[in-house]
Each structure stands twice: as structure tokens, then as C-alpha cells.
């Protein structure tokens, strides 16, 4: 018995899988059904595609749920029901169209599309029905039909979960083979704790369930908590005192999930999880060759979120722009626009759009098992509200010890997009009931998740780059050679690639691989993709260029290696002997709080992260580098911080212009100072950049930043080898649900909710007295004793002699969500919070450091500054020389622009303000 015990439990998804993944660059498609090995995009094996196409009538229908409910238990006025999967359910085609007209939604599918593909032969013109299929399947001379492109063979989806002893993943219930068809919040919810209590039941195991979160109990320690809470409250309370009970009081708030299978010899997607055998390698399909991933609905996530209170309402920031011709954020992209403008479906308060990710991230450094989830964000939410985890939504998961065929991994995802294009149903508390319909705008990934994702050839393989068709060519590095992209000054951005071009390459490299040529794929595009079939998704302009993977990375760490790094200490543009002057430049550098990591020495720069190369490009690169670096090359490099600088910032069509004649100039002089063989694809993507912003907005929009923290914060929510993808979810629900419980168990301004925001931030900044629009008073307030150099700047502003000489002072200030610190604040030792940008009675742009703030007698608040003279101003330049004056001036509060960040280097004796190209992005 114990043997067979231990055997169950090796029983998973996560076993080693023994046929390890190859190589990326070195993939190719294949349509040999008998090919075990095959690893990329398993519908492209054409007489597979002819059995599914031909299968339950699954062309033309709709999606359909699986699970059939009845109901068998009820207690406690819940009524349970046992969810039963189907294994014969019919499903609908992927539907791949993009372009499909909104006004015609009735229209069949394979007419639809098929006018996008008239530049096939005739003889493949026609689409044959399923009988010919069926009729035809042992002809291995068959031309491809449209039943390879667009098959979507999905059946068999059922809901299974399994236990977990942690509480956190075990929270909301890991039994979903029973569902309880009720709220959260009943009447019992609003009770009080017990008679007289000053809270309801629904808040305090609120309470108790985000204490328990935040500080990783174990189920034990949980229960153990309202064991020692029971003994505290009066006889007759009301509060649970099992971990039974209390996991199943939040047991309905799990996502719907649903789990597709497919087969670990070939990742080729199943279309009935009962066949014995794979319907492409013909591998026997028992436990521990069928694997599969998860998807998590996208309709179930938007509806909770459309159901929380002020949700609607911050949609529409998209409607209250003033200014034309600038790019302030995604929405002013000519992406956005064009789904926008002339009444286009995105003119619609009720109608949203998305940008997606996915990447892969390693669970155990001992082993290969990674996860790679697909992340959406709602573009029409303000930025720093967007990027919250509870307002993403995670769309799908998948796991193992390979990298996912996006063949069999975005099948489902892409017919959810065709859903979700005719509209859903949902219900807003601001707006009621109405239809929304939704797009997919832009995809943003690293490099391998990008080749992935469009089923192109890696970074480093002929016509890599997804914006253009140069295919580049081999330079020799060292003992080997790379492949690199020189540039070309007659055409550096070109031959433009578009969707119609890869549409065309992809057929063309499915023909390829049928016919069984030697490199099937056509300018880089080695077959179809589900991507490029979502509706309204331009597969080219669509995928966005990552700044931190291209430019951080990519461009700014080669960088610093070919400067610094000893085994090119014989080149003529290494400066590796100045290691230790540049360590000491950074040492001495103390950056505002927005900088979450001090400056580290370039010696351990193989530990650097993005954000240290971001700090580094945008705001100590210039200043340390000055004087290291010949001057030809500073200039070069200071081309590319300056680029970076205004596509990261809110930018007129003039300043995007501008950027774009700063990189093709670096990049066209780059072979000369460096070498032809540095220059990759992260070099040859900054011409591509530009057009980026005019696409989709300013750099940060689209970048993979938050996307990254994201990934780490799942990572967090694995904390055991065994049933990662039920930790991940059950901690993911909990999070995106916990607005609404705070919503409907927390009265707001009460102090329980208080408690609550305490319990999730421990450390809050406590504003103090307002004494502005946007101002707050930080700390405590105490009388200052004037200098002579103070109390002569305040007779100078107020125009005459000042009655006192002491004055309420406070050190911090939060205006405009920055925090100003005086240069006196003692607590402040490494980090500089004072430099500010105000202006002067002139509206003249001016630079100083704040030594503290007054509070006068007419209650106008002022800042001591110390000013820093600026002697050649530049409205468009992010880095600027100053000098200090030692000229103290009196600047009223409201005349604080924004904070800038001071760099003092000592050894050269020169001071340089940096301002930040927005303050939405943050580490």
C-alpha cells in the first residue's frame, strides 16, 4: 500500500520530461506526423489537422461551457453543486481573423478569411468541406488548405483541482469539484463578531485572511490564530475556529479555470483528453505523457473588475486629453488612434483594449521546471492604476520543464479574442448593464519569447529583426563569429515588414516545410502564427520593441563591457584602467528616493539588474562618464541617453523627430568607434524605435518592467515542489478579488478599513497639515531661528523689513506626489531628495536645493533655497551643467515644478541636474 501511495504521488505534470527541448536557433517546422522530435507548432503537421478539422462538427460553433451542474448537497442555506467534465464537448475554430468586419458577425468564418489568402496557387483556392478532408486523408499530396491555419481542435476541458496544505494556496479551496453558487457576502456577513461587537463577521476573516497573506502563515499557523482570537472574545461569538471552516467561508472566490491538454513527446494539443494515443506522434497518452496548461477566462476577470466601485469611471481618462500631436501615453499611439477615431470601436466608454506579455521564469534553481504566464493590462486605466497586480489579468499559465508551443498555447487565448470582439455582457455599478467589447493592441516580450510568440527565427538568425527585412549577415568575434546588422544608409529602416508580408511568408514557409525544404522559412517567418489572427491585431507595428531587454540590457550593458571589461583592454575604445575612477564617481553619487538601489561599482556589474542600467542610462551616465570617454565617443553616447530620455517622456511629434536623427546617428557611427561585429540586433532595433513611440506611446507603456515585477511576484506565491499551478492561481484569485471584498466587507473611512491599509502597508507616509493644492506637510513642525543670509532673502521677497526672525520650519514636503526633503534633514545620509526646478517671478526656468520650509505670518508657505546657476539652458536636454551660487532666495511652494535628482562629481568638480523623463515609471 505504501508503494502504491508513493507512486500516486509522483503522479503530475511536473515530472522530468525526457525529451529535452532544443535549441531555438535551430528549430524547424516539419509536417512528418511520424516525427516524435518535432517541437514547434504541432497544427501545421497537415494530415493531424485534416482529423481534427473533420471532428464533432467544431468549425461553426460557438464556445460551449463543459461544465454540466447538478445539484446534490445543500446545507447552511449554500447549495452545492459537483461539477462533471464532458470530454466530448464541442468547441468553436480558432477563428483566426483580424480583420474581420464588426457589422457582419453572422458571416462564415472560412469565407471570411479566405480573402486574405488569394495569393495561394488556384489549386488551393478553394476550402474543402470536412468531408473532403475526411475523404482525403491518406493524400500526402493535398496543398494546404485553410484548415491548417485556422483548426482549432479544442475539447475535453474539465476543472480538476488538487489539495494543498499550505493555507495561502488553500485558501479559497482547492476541492472545485465542488462549487458553492453564492456571494461572499450573505446576510450572516454583516452581523456583528459577537453581540455588541464594532465589527462584522465578513470584515474581521477579511482581516484575518490579508494578516495571513502578508506574513506567509502556514494553514497551521492560521488555525492556531483563531484558536488563541476565540479565547479572547465572549462566549457566543461568532468567529470560526477550524481551518476548515474558515477556508471554506472564501471558498467561491476562485477563478474559473480550464486545463487543455496536450502531449510531452511533441506538445502537440489534444483535442480529446480520452484518446489513448497523440494525434501526432502517436505516443501512448498515459499520466506521464500528458501534460497540459491553464486558462483562466478573460470574461469571468473583466466582469469582477467592471464590478468594482470607480472601476468604469477610470476608464475614461482617454476622453479628457487636450493636447494633439504629443505622445503622453499608449492611447495616443496611431494604433490606438485608429481603432479610435471616425467612430471606431475603441470611441466607446464601454469598450477596452490590452497589451499582452509573456516570458518564461524559472521556479527552482535545481531544476528546469518554468512558468510562463500571459499577462494582460487594460490600457484606458490610468498608468500607475493599470499596472496594479489586482487590476492585471493573468490569461493563461503554462508550466513544465519546455518552453510552450505557441501553436498549442495561444489557440484558446485567441478564441477567447474573437469572443471578446462581438462583446460581452457586464454590469458596473457607475454604468449598469451594457456590452464591451475588447481588443488586443500591442504584445511586448523579450527577444526568444518574441520568436516564439510570431513563430520567427531568433535574434541572432538571418532576418531577425521583426520591423524590417534585412537580413543582416556573420561577423567574425573572437575564436567564433555572430550575426550582426550593419547599418545601411540608404534604407537603415528598411525593407519595412508588415502583417500582409508576413502573411504571405508564412504560407509560403508552411509550403516550404511541407515540401520538405532544406530551410523552410521565408524572410524569417518560419510558418503561422495565432497571433497574428487575433481581430485588429497588427502582427508587425503591434509588437513592440522592449526598452529594458533592447536598449538596458541589450545596448547600454555592451556598452559598458566594451568600455570596462579587461579581455578588451587591447582595443583602442577600452578604458578598463579607469575601473576604480569611475567606482569612486559612482560611490559619491546619492540618488533621490525614486531610485530604489544605491549606485554599485562597475566590478559587479554581472549583478547589475535593469533598473541599475536604466539609473545608469538616464541619469549617472552622462556626469561619470565625462572626462573618461574620448570626446567623440561621449557625444556618441550621449545621443543615445538624450533618445532614450525624450521617448521615455511625454514628447511632441518635433521631440520624437528629434530622438529618431539622435539614434540613426549613433547607430550609423557605431561600426566606426566600436566594430561591425558588436553590432547586433539591440543595436540595429534603436532605428525602429522611434516609429515605436508613434505606434504605441512613450517607451514605458509597452515595456516589460512591470511585467517582470509581476513575474516575480507569482514566483513568490510557489512555495512547495508539488502542484505549482494551484498555488499560483488560488493566490492570483485571492489578489484580483480582494478589491471587491474590501468593497462589500469594509465601510469606508471606518476603522477597520484603516486597520486594513495598515495591515497592507506598514509603513505609510503620514501626511500632515495641507498647505496647498497637491502639498502636504511631512513631520513635525518647530520654530527656526533665521540666519542672516535667510532673514535677508525674506526681507528681499516680501520687499521690506521682516517683523520676526523665527519662524515655524518643517524639513519634508510632498507636492505633486514628489517628496522634497531639506538638505538639513539629518536622517537623509544617502540619498539627496533636495534639488528642485521652480521658477522665479520672471517664469524663468531655475535649478536649487531646498534647506528647509517656512511657514510666514501670512500662512504662505515658502522653501529656503540654496540656488544653482545654469548658464546655458536647455528646455529639451535632460542633463544639465550647474555651478552653486551660494545666493539663498525665498521660492513660495506653489512655484515648485518638480523634484530632479543632483550629481556631484568631486574629482572634476562639476554638478549636474538630471530631471526624470516622466513620474509614472518607477523601480
Given at each position: 500500500?505504501?508503494?502504491?501511495?508513493?507512486?500516486?504521488?509522483?503522479?503530475?505534470p511536473?515530472?522530468?520530461?525526457?525529451?529535452?527541448?532544443?535549441?531555438?536557433?535551430?528549430l524547424?517546422?516539419?509536417?512528418?506526423?511520424?516525427?516524435?522530435n518535432?517541437?514547434?507548432e504541432?497544427?501545421?503537421?497537415?494530415?493531424?489537422?485534416?482529423?481534427?478539422?473533420?471532428?464533432?462538427?467544431?468549425?461553426?460553433?460557438r464556445?460551449?461551457?463543459?461544465?454540466?451542474?447538478?445539484?446534490?448537497?445543500?446545507?447552511?442555506?449554500?447549495?452545492?453543486?459537483?461539477?462533471?467534465?464532458?470530454?466530448?464537448?464541442?468547441?468553436?475554430?480558432?477563428?483566426?481573423?483580424?480583420?474581420?468586419?464588426?457589422?457582419?458577425?453572422?458571416?462564415?468564418?472560412?469565407?471570411?478569411?479566405?480573402?486574405q489568402?488569394?495569393?495561394?496557387?488556384?489549386?488551393?483556392?478553394?476550402v474543402?468541406?470536412?468531408?473532403?478532408l475526411?475523404?482525403?486523408?491518406?493524400?500526402d499530396?493535398?496543398?494546404?488548405?485553410?484548415?491548417?491555419?485556422?483548426?482549432?481542435?479544442?475539447?475535453?476541458?474539465k476543472?480538476?483541482?488538487?489539495?494543498?496544505?499550505?493555507?495561502?494556496?488553500?485558501?479559497l479551496?482547492?476541492?472545485?469539484?465542488?462549487?458553492?453558487?453564492?456571494?461572499?457576502?450573505?446576510?450572516?456577513?454583516?452581523e456583528p463578531?459577537?453581540?455588541g461587537?464594532?465589527?462584522?463577521?465578513?470584515?474581521?476573516?477579511?482581516?484575518?485572511?490579508?494578516?495571513?497573506?502578508?506574513?506567509?502563515?502556514?494553514?497551521?499557523?492560521?488555525?492556531?490564530?483563531?484558536?488563541?482570537?476565540?479565547l479572547?472574545?465572549?462566549?457566543?461569538?461568532?468567529?470560526?475556529?477550524?481551518?476548515?471552516?474558515?477556508?471554506?467561508?472564501?471558498?467561491?472566490?476562485r477563478?474559473?479555470l480550464?486545463k487543455?491538454?496536450?502531449?510531452?513527446?511533441c506538445?502537440a494539443?489534444q483535442q480529446?483528453?480520452?484518446?489513448?494515443?497523440?494525434?501526432?506522434?502517436?505516443?501512448?497518452?498515459?499520466?506521464?505523457?500528458?501534460?497540459?496548461?491553464?486558462?483562466?477566462?478573460?470574461?469571468?476577470?473583466?466582469?469582477?473588475?467592471?464590478a468594482?466601485?470607480?472601476?468604469?469611471?477610470?476608464l475614461?481618462?482617454?476622453?479628457?486629453?487636450?493636447f494633439?500631436?504629443?505622445?503622453?501615453?499608449?492611447t495616443?499611439?496611431?494604433?490606438?488612434?485608429?481603432?479610435?477615431n471616425?467612430?471606431?470601436?475603441?470611441?466607446?466608454?464601454?469598450?477596452?483594449?490590452?497589451?499582452?506579455?509573456?516570458d518564461?521564469?524559472p521556479?527552482?534553481?535545481?531544476?528546469?521546471v518554468?512558468?510562463?504566464?500571459?499577462?494582460?493590462?487594460?490600457?484606458?486605466?490610468?498608468?500607475?492604476?493599470?499596472?496594479?497586480?489586482?487590476?492585471?489579468?493573468l490569461a493563461a499559465?503554462?508550466?513544465?520543464?519546455?518552453?510552450?508551443?505557441?501553436?498549442?498555447?495561444?489557440?484558446?487565448?485567441?478564441?477567447s479574442f474573437?469572443?471578446?470582439?462581438?462583446?460581452?455582457k457586464c454590469?458596473?455599478?457607475?454604468r449598469g448593464e451594457?456590452?464591451?467589447?475588447?481588443?488586443?493592441?500591442?504584445?511586448?516580450a523579450d527577444?526568444?519569447?518574441r520568436?516564439?510568440?510570431?513563430?520567427?527565427?531568433?535574434?541572432?538568425?538571418?532576418?531577425?529583426?521583426?520591423?524590417?527585412?534585412?537580413?543582416?549577415?556573420?561577423?567574425?568575434v573572437?575564436?567564433?563569429?555572430?550575426?550582426?546588422?550593419?547599418?545601411?544608409?540608404?534604407?537603415?529602416m528598411?525593407?519595412?515588414?508588415?502583417?500582409?508580408?508576413?502573411?504571405?511568408?508564412?504560407?509560403?514557409?508552411?509550403r516550404?516545410?511541407?515540401?520538405?525544404v532544406k530551410?523552410?522559412?521565408?524572410?524569417g517567418?518560419?510558418?503561422?502564427?495565432?497571433?497574428?489572427?487575433?481581430?485588429?491585431?497588427?502582427?508587425?507595428?503591434?509588437?513592440?520593441?522592449?526598452?529594458?531587454?533592447?536598449?538596458?540590457?541589450?545596448?547600454?550593458?555592451?556598452?559598458?563591457?566594451?568600455?570596462?571589461?579587461?579581455?578588451?583592454?587591447n582595443?583602442?575604445?577600452?578604458?578598463?584602467?579607469?575601473?576604480?575612477?569611475?567606482?569612486?564617481?559612482?560611490?559619491?553619487i546619492h540618488?533621490?528616493?525614486?531610485?530604489?538601489r544605491l549606485?554599485?561599482?562597475?566590478?559587479?556589474?554581472?549583478?547589475?539588474?535593469?533598473?541599475?542600467?536604466?539609473?545608469f542610462?538616464?541619469?549617472?551616465?552622462?556626469?561619470v562618464m565625462?572626462?573618461l570617454?574620448?570626446?567623440?565617443?561621449?557625444?556618441?553616447?550621449?545621443h543615445l541617453?538624450?533618445?532614450?530620455?525624450i521617448?521615455?517622456g511625454?514628447?511632441?511629434?518635433?521631440?520624437?523627430?528629434?530622438?529618431?536623427?539622435?539614434?540613426?546617428?549613433f547607430?550609423?557611427?557605431?561600426?566606426?568607434?566600436?566594430?561591425?561585429?558588436?553590432?547586433?540586433l539591440?543595436?540595429?532595433?534603436?532605428?525602429?524605435m522611434a516609429?515605436?513611440?508613434?505606434?504605441?506611446g512613450?517607451?514605458?507603456?509597452?515595456?516589460c518592467?512591470?511585467?517582470?515585477?509581476?513575474?516575480?511576484?507569482?514566483?513568490?506565491?510557489?512555495r512547495?515542489?508539488?502542484?505549482i499551478?494551484?498555488?499560483?492561481?488560488?493566490?492570483?484569485?485571492?489578489v484580483?478579488?480582494l478589491?471587491?471584498?474590501?468593497?462589500?466587507?469594509?465601510?469606508k473611512?471606518?476603522?477597520?478599513?484603516?486597520?486594513?491599509?495598515?495591515?497592507?502597508?506598514?509603513?505609510?507616509?503620514?501626511?500632515?497639515?495641507?498647505?496647498?493644492?497637491?502639498?502636504?506637510?511631512?513631520?513635525?513642525?518647530?520654530?527656526?531661528?533665521?540666519s542672516?543670509?535667510?532673514?535677508?532673502?525674506?526681507?528681499?521677497?516680501?520687499?521690506?523689513?521682516?517683523?520676526?526672525?523665527s519662524?515655524?520650519?518643517?524639513?519634508r514636503?510632498?507636492?505633486?506626489?514628489?517628496?522634497i526633503?531639506?538638505?538639513?534633514?539629518?536622517?537623509?545620509t544617502?540619498?539627496?531628495?533636495?534639488?528642485?526646478?521652480?521658477?522665479?517671478?520672471?517664469?524663468?526656468?531655475?535649478f536649487?536645493?531646498?534647506?528647509?520650509?517656512?511657514?510666514?505670518?501670512?500662512?504662505?508657505?515658502v522653501?529656503?533655497?540654496e540656488?544653482?546657476?545654469?548658464?546655458?539652458?536647455n528646455?529639451?536636454?535632460?542633463l544639465?551643467?550647474?555651478?552653486?551660487?551660494?545666493?539663498?532666495?525665498?521660492?513660495p511652494?506653489?512655484?515648485?515644478?518638480?523634484?530632479?535628482?543632483?550629481?556631484?562629481?568631486?574629482?572634476?568638480?562639476?554638478?549636474?541636474?538630471?530631471?526624470?523623463?516622466n513620474?509614472l515609471?518607477?523601480d
Amino acid at each position: 500500500m505504501d508503494k502504491q501511495h508513493k507512486k500516486k504521488r509522483r503522479r503530475g505534470p511536473y515530472r522530468k520530461n525526457t525529451l529535452e527541448a532544443e535549441d531555438e536557433s535551430e528549430l524547424t517546422l516539419s509536417v512528418d506526423s511520424s516525427d516524435a522530435n518535432l517541437k514547434e507548432e504541432p497544427y501545421e503537421v497537415l494530415e493531424v489537422l485534416k482529423q481534427q478539422a473533420s471532428s464533432s462538427s467544431s468549425l461553426n460553433k460557438r464556445r460551449e461551457t463543459v461544465h454540466n451542474q447538478s445539484p446534490v448537497a445543500s446545507a447552511g442555506g449554500k447549495t452545492y453543486t459537483r461539477v462533471t467534465n464532458n470530454d466530448h464537448a464541442a468547441d468553436s475554430t480558432a477563428q483566426v481573423s483580424g480583420k474581420i468586419d464588426e457589422e457582419d458577425n453572422n458571416k462564415d468564418e472560412f469565407d471570411e478569411i479566405a480573402e486574405q489568402f488569394q495569393d495561394i496557387p488556384p489549386d488551393n483556392e478553394s476550402v474543402k468541406s470536412e468531408a473532403s478532408l475526411d475523404d482525403d486523408d491518406d493524400d500526402d499530396d493535398d496543398d494546404i488548405t485553410l484548415e491548417v491555419l485556422l483548426d482549432d481542435p479544442f475539447i475535453g476541458r474539465k476543472v480538476e483541482e488538487e489539495e494543498q496544505d499550505d493555507f495561502f494556496f488553500d485558501l479559497l479551496g482547492n476541492d472545485t469539484e465542488l462549487t458553492i453558487e453564492e456571494n461572499l457576502n450573505n446576510d450572516t456577513d454583516a452581523e456583528p463578531l459577537y453581540l455588541g461587537a464594532g465589527v462584522s463577521i465578513g470584515a474581521f476573516m477579511l482581516l484575518i485572511a490579508i494578516f495571513s497573506t502578508k506574513y506567509n502563515l502556514i494553514g497551521d499557523g492560521v488555525e492556531q490564530l483563531l484558536k488563541i482570537i476565540s479565547l479572547a472574545l465572549p462566549v457566543g461569538h461568532k468567529l470560526c475556529s477550524s481551518l476548515h471552516s474558515f477556508k471554506m467561508y472564501f471558498r467561491n472566490l476562485r477563478n474559473p479555470l480550464i486545463k487543455h491538454f496536450y502531449c510531452a513527446t511533441c506538445l502537440a494539443y489534444q483535442q480529446n483528453n480520452g484518446d489513448e494515443n497523440c494525434t501526432v506522434c502517436e505516443s501512448v497518452m498515459n499520466k506521464a505523457n500528458k501534460r497540459y496548461f491553464l486558462e483562466m477566462p478573460i470574461e469571468n476577470q473583466l466582469k469582477n473588475l467592471f464590478a468594482q466601485n470607480n472601476f468604469y469611471d477610470n476608464l475614461q481618462g482617454r476622453f479628457k486629453k487636450h493636447f494633439d500631436n504629443s505622445y503622453e501615453d499608449i492611447t495616443d499611439g496611431t494604433l490606438y488612434r485608429n481603432l479610435f477615431n471616425n467612430n471606431g470601436p475603441l470611441s466607446s466608454p464601454d469598450n477596452l483594449s490590452f497589451v499582452l506579455n509573456t516570458d518564461g521564469a524559472p521556479v527552482f534553481r535545481s531544476s528546469k521546471v518554468s512558468i510562463w504566464p500571459v499577462f494582460l493590462v487594460i490600457n484606458e486605466l490610468p498608468f500607475k492604476i493599470r499596472m496594479k497586480k489586482e487590476n492585471m489579468i493573468l490569461a493563461a499559465l503554462w508550466f513544465g520543464n519546455e518552453k510552450p508551443a505557441m501553436g498549442t498555447f495561444l489557440k484558446p487565448l485567441q478564441n477567447s479574442f474573437v469572443s471578446l470582439k462581438n462583446g460581452i455582457k457586464c454590469f458596473s455599478p457607475e454604468r449598469g448593464e451594457f456590452q464591451s467589447k475588447c481588443f488586443l493592441l500591442a504584445a511586448t516580450a523579450d527577444l526568444p519569447a518574441r520568436s516564439l510568440l510570431c513563430n520567427s527565427v531568433q535574434f541572432n538568425g538571418k532576418f531577425g529583426c521583426w520591423k524590417c527585412t534585412q537580413p543582416g549577415e556573420t561577423a567574425p568575434v573572437g575564436k567564433g563569429h555572430t550575426h550582426v546588422f550593419p547599418f545601411q544608409k540608404e534604407n537603415p529602416m528598411g525593407p519595412i515588414r508588415t502583417a500582409e508580408s508576413v502573411e504571405r511568408n508564412s504560407i509560403q514557409a508552411l509550403r516550404n516545410s511541407r515540401e520538405k525544404v532544406k530551410n523552410p522559412s521565408v524572410c524569417g517567418v518560419k510558418g503561422p502564427s495565432w497571433i497574428s489572427y487575433f481581430p485588429h491585431f497588427d502582427c508587425v507595428q503591434g509588437i513592440a520593441i522592449d526598452y529594458m531587454h533592447g536598449v538596458l540590457l541589450g545596448v547600454q550593458k555592451l556598452l559598458l563591457t566594451l568600455w570596462f571589461s579587461p579581455k578588451h583592454k587591447n582595443r583602442d575604445f577600452s578604458i578598463s584602467e579607469k575601473s576604480d575612477q569611475l567606482n569612486n564617481r559612482l560611490e559619491n553619487i546619492h540618488p533621490t528616493l525614486d531610485i530604489t538601489r544605491l549606485p554599485r561599482p562597475i566590478t559587479d556589474i554581472k549583478y547589475w539588474k535593469a533598473s541599475e542600467y536604466r539609473s545608469f542610462l538616464l541619469y549617472y551616465g552622462g556626469p561619470v562618464m565625462y572626462g573618461l570617454l574620448d570626446e567623440t565617443r561621449f557625444q556618441h553616447y550621449m545621443h543615445l541617453v538624450n533618445a532614450i530620455h525624450i521617448l521615455l517622456g511625454h514628447s511632441s511629434v518635433f521631440d520624437v523627430n528629434k530622438a529618431e536623427n539622435m539614434l540613426m546617428s549613433f547607430c550609423e557611427n557605431f561600426e566606426s568607434l566600436y566594430s561591425r561585429s558588436f553590432m547586433t540586433l539591440n543595436v540595429h532595433q534603436l532605428v525602429h524605435m522611434a516609429e515605436g513611440v508613434r505606434c504605441l506611446g512613450p517607451l514605458y507603456t509597452h515595456s516589460c518592467f512591470p511585467f517582470e515585477d509581476k513575474n516575480g511576484f507569482i514566483l513568490k506565491l510557489i512555495r512547495g515542489t508539488q502542484n505549482i499551478d494551484n498555488q499560483i492561481i488560488t493566490g492570483i484569485s485571492f489578489v484580483q478579488k480582494l478589491p471587491e471584498l474590501k468593497q462589500n466587507c469594509l465601510a469606508k473611512g471606518s476603522a477597520v478599513e484603516r486597520l486594513c491599509h495598515s495591515i497592507e502597508n506598514p509603513h505609510p507616509i503620514q501626511r500632515g497639515e495641507k498647505i496647498g493644492e497637491n502639498a502636504y506637510v511631512l513631520g513635525g513642525i518647530r520654530q527656526r531661528q533665521l540666519s542672516e543670509d535667510e532673514y535677508d532673502a525674506l526681507c528681499r521677497f516680501t520687499g521690506n523689513a521682516y517683523v520676526m526672525d523665527s519662524l515655524p520650519s518643517f524639513m519634508r514636503l510632498e507636492k505633486d506626489n514628489c517628496l522634497i526633503y531639506g538638505i538639513e534633514y539629518a536622517r537623509m545620509t544617502k540619498r539627496d531628495n533636495s534639488a528642485i526646478i521652480f521658477t522665479a517671478k520672471s517664469n524663468d526656468v531655475n535649478f536649487g536645493r531646498v534647506r528647509c520650509f517656512l511657514k510666514l505670518v501670512e500662512n504662505i508657505p515658502v522653501a529656503l533655497v540654496e540656488e544653482l546657476n545654469c548658464a546655458s539652458y536647455n528646455d529639451t536636454s535632460n542633463l544639465l551643467s550647474v555651478k552653486q551660487s551660494h545666493i539663498v532666495t525665498v521660492v513660495p511652494v506653489n512655484k515648485i515644478r518638480t523634484l530632479c535628482m543632483l550629481i556631484n562629481i568631486k574629482d572634476e568638480n562639476q554638478m549636474y541636474v538630471c530631471k526624470f523623463p516622466n513620474r509614472l515609471e518607477c523601480d
